[in-house]
C-alpha cells in the first residue's frame, strides 16, 4: 500500500515545510518591525508578509484533503505533480505578495486552477470508483471499446 501513497506523503510533508517557513517569515517580520503579538497591524511591509501566511494557512486544509482524494481516486503521480505546482504557485504568491500586493495575483490565480484541477479529477475519480463499485460499470473499459 505505502507504495500506493509515498509520492503525496512526500508532497504533504513538502507543504507542510514551506507552511513552517511562511510562519517563520512572520517571526521574522515581527521582529524586524517591533510587532509583538497579538498585534497584527504595521507597516504595509509586515501586513504583506502576515497576510501572505495566513492566507496560505487558509488555503492548506483544502489542499491537502483535495490531493490526498485525486491521488486515491485518480490518479498518484497526476496528484503529486499538481501538488508540486501548487505548492510552487503557493511561494511564488507569498513571494510576491511580500513584495508587493498586485505581485500576488498571477500566482494565486494560478494555484486557485491547480485546486480546480485537483477537484476535477477527485471527482472524475470518485465518479469512476462508486460507478464500478456500485453499478458494476467501468467508464475505462467503456472508453477502451
Same mark, same amino acid.
Given at each position: 500500500?505505502?507504495?500506493?501513497?509515498?509520492?503525496?506523503? &512526500?508532497?504533504?510533508?513538502?507543504?507542510? %515545510?514551506?507552511? &513552517?517557513?511562511?510562519? @517563520?517569515?512572520?517571526?521574522?517580520? /515581527?521582529? /524586524?518591525?517591533?510587532?509583538?503579538?497579538?498585534?497584527?497591524?504595521?507597516?504595509?511591509?509586515?501586513?504583506?508578509?502576515?497576510?501572505?501566511?495566513?492566507?496560505?494557512?487558509? =488555503?492548506?486544509?483544502?489542499?491537502? &484533503?483535495?490531493?490526498?482524494?485525486?491521488?486515491?481516486?485518480?490518479?498518484?503521480?497526476?496528484?503529486?505533480?499538481?501538488?508540486?505546482?501548487?505548492? =510552487?504557485?503557493?511561494?511564488?504568491?507569498?513571494?510576491?505578495?511580500?513584495?508587493?500586493?498586485?505581485?500576488? %495575483?498571477?500566482?494565486? =490565480?494560478?494555484?486557485? $486552477?491547480?485546486?480546480?484541477?485537483?477537484?476535477?479529477?477527485?471527482?472524475? $475519480? @470518485?465518479?469512476?470508483?462508486?460507478?464500478?463499485?456500485?453499478? $458494476?460499470?467501468?467508464? @475505462?473499459?467503456?472508453?477502451?471499446?
Amino acid at each position: 500500500m505505502l507504495d500506493q501513497i509515498h509520492l503525496l506523503a &512526500a508532497v504533504t510533508v513538502l507543504g507542510v %515545510l514551506e507552511q &513552517a517557513y511562511f510562519f @517563520l517569515q512572520v517571526i521574522y517580520a /515581527r521582529r /524586524r518591525f517591533g510587532i509583538s503579538p497579538p498585534n497584527i497591524s504595521g507597516p504595509p511591509e509586515f501586513e504583506r508578509i502576515f497576510r501572505a501566511q495566513v492566507n496560505s494557512s487558509e =488555503y492548506f486544509p483544502i489542499f491537502v &484533503a483535495l490531493l490526498w482524494q485525486a491521488g486515491l481516486f485518480f490518479h498518484q503521480g497526476l496528484a503529486a505533480a499538481l501538488g508540486l505546482l501548487y505548492l =510552487y504557485s503557493r511561494y511564488c504568491y507569498f513571494m510576491g505578495y511580500r513584495a508587493s500586493s498586485s505581485e500576488r %495575483l498571477a500566482p494565486i =490565480y494560478f494555484s486557485t $486552477g491547480v485546486l480546480w484541477i485537483l477537484v476535477a479529477v477527485s471527482a472524475l $475519480g @470518485l465518479l469512476h470508483f462508486f460507478l464500478s463499485h456500485y453499478t $458494476g460499470l467501468n467508464v @475505462l473499459r467503456l472508453l477502451a471499446v
